[in-house]
T-cell receptor, first 112, second 118 residues
């Protein structure tokens, strides 16, 4: 079924430190994964994606790691900045279907 | 800049009112759009898939007669919450894939509509 979060996990990090946000996905048949950032009162914003034939992908200050064996996805943010404060969602897609399933989200708070 | 525009961004109305929310793709055509609902401190829940020129596909548990979806053109989908009640108060978000073959492409989201029913 759909992933529903009732209590939003939170992560607090010091400005300049690295952040790691974790996500356990539900469907072993999912073959495409996306991390989104959602600021208060706004829609999700695309950060980075990864396909199941990869286990690591890097962007600007962000890295996504995929472990299909344990169905785990992580987002690493280097040198975290106050502007990174937001809720981060992982999303899994089974590309033979058209449904995007969102994880429960993690609230990242950056301490200046 | 935004590629998906949602309007209005905030609606407050009385119980029993019907509310229409618009989702527009800017500078690209979207044969498919998605509507989500998000309650405070919770994740996005897919409500329905809006298909241009055909009926929307609703997720299990979403009332078709309550949440009317019309995808009348390649750039516009509307969600009408009919006879809204306080329990319908939520954050409604639409999304559209930028390209055809969307199953392997990230969706782009509007900035949402906050609906408050008194």
């Amino acid at each position: 079924g759909e992933s529903v979060g009732l209590h939003l996990p939170t992560l607090s990090v010091q400005e300049g430190d690295n952040s790691i946000i974790n996500c356990a996905y539900s469907n072993s048949a999912s073959d495409y994964f996306i991390w989104y950032k959602q600021e208060s009162g706004k829609g999700p914003q695309f950060i980075i994606d990864i396909r199941s034939n990869m286990d690591k992908r890097q962007g600007q200050r962000v890295t996504v790691l995929l472990n299909k064996t344990v169905k785990h996805l992580s987002l690493q943010i280097a040198a975290t900045q106050p502007g990174d404060s937001a809720v981060y969602f992982c999303a899994e897609i089974q590309t033979s279907y058209d449904k995007v399933i969102f994880g429960p989200g993690t609230s990242l708070s950056v301490i200046p | 800049g935004a590629v998906v525009s949602q309007h209005p961004s905030w609606v407050i109305c009385k119980s029993g009112t019907s509310v229409k929310i618009e989702c527009r793709s800017l500078d690209f055509q979207a044969t498919t759009m998605f509507w989500y609902r998000q309650f405070p401190k919770q994740s996005l829940m897919l409500m329905a898939t809006s298909n241009e020129g055909s009926k929307a596909t609703y997720e299990q548990g979403v009332e078709k007669d309550k949440f009317l979806i019309n995808h009348a053109s390649l750039t516009l989908s509307t969600l009408t919450v009919t006879s809204a009640h306080p329990e319908d108060s939520s954050f409604y978000i639409c999304s559209a894939p930028l390209n055809r073959g969307y199953r392997n492409q990230p969706q782009h989201f509007g900035d949402g509509t906050r609906l408050s029913i008194l």
